[in-house]
């Protein structure tokens, strides 16, 4: 191994130690815990070797949402793949979205709450985006819609497939968020995801 792979590695090593540790530390005590100053410190690096990596507190929480959104579109793409019928399948991608939300609220919250969207990334890893409403989509949360897109396309009946996968990752985000807050009825969510689905894509709805 040359000398430059071997810093490359080490590089890519303090980059990854960088964001499991604000993971963890977020998921013990919450983001407002997590500053650069007590991650050096539990990591052991100094401030400055920190912030050869990131700029500051807004770019950690920016990778670590860009991360959560990989392992959402992975889990979207189990759940559609894992059921040949198309109703099972958008249900089962339905069910995945809410249970990866309550499974990791921490990490959720990075991803639609906090995250500022525009953190730098480390020098040599560039991050790739993609076209949407505002051209600059973040490629992972593309992934994430791409699934939704996927799962709703083959029961959305001639209409657009588009506008009801938006709706409908709107009400699971929803339905994700007041679940986590304890402002709806225990017990109901496989209901709530039912009725979301048939009042969007049931007969009534669609169009005369």
């Known amino acids: 191994m040359t000398l430059r792979e071997r810093r490359l590695r080490e590089q890519a090593q303090r980059h990854?130690?960088?964001?499991t540790t604000?993971?963890?530390m977020a998921e013990a005590e919450g983001w407002d815990y997590v500053t650069t100053r007590r991650l050096a410190d539990r990591i052991e690096y100094s401030q400055p070797v920190l912030y050869q990596h990131f700029k500051n507190k807004d770019a950690i929480v920016h990778a670590v949402a860009l991360e959560g959104f990989a392992e959402l579109a992975a889990a979207l793409r189990a759940a559609r793949l894992g059921e040949a019928e198309p109703r099972a399948a958008l249900d089962a991608v339905a069910r995945a979205y809410v249970d990866f939300a309550e499974r990791g609220p921490v990490l959720y919250q990075a991803m639609l709450t906090l995250d500022p969207g525009d953190g730098d990334a480390p020098a040599g890893t560039p991050e790739g985006t993609s076209g949407g409403a505002c051209g600059d989509t973040p490629a992972p949360l593309a992934d994430v819609l791409a699934e939704i897109?996927?799962?709703?396309?083959?029961?959305?009946?001639g209409r657009d497939g588009e506008l009801l996968a938006e709706v409908l990752w709107s009400a699971w985000h929803g339905l994700a968020v007041l679940t986590g807050g304890r402002r709806l009825?225990?017990?109901l969510t496989g209901r709530r995801l039912a009725a979301l689905t048939e009042v969007l894509l049931g007969p009534a709805a669609q169009p005369a």
């Open 16 to 19: 990854r130690l960088i964001l």
């Open 22 to 24: 604000a993971r963890e």
């Open 185 to 187: 009825r225990p017990g």
């Open 149 to 157: 897109g996927l799962a709703v396309a083959p029961v959305a009946a």
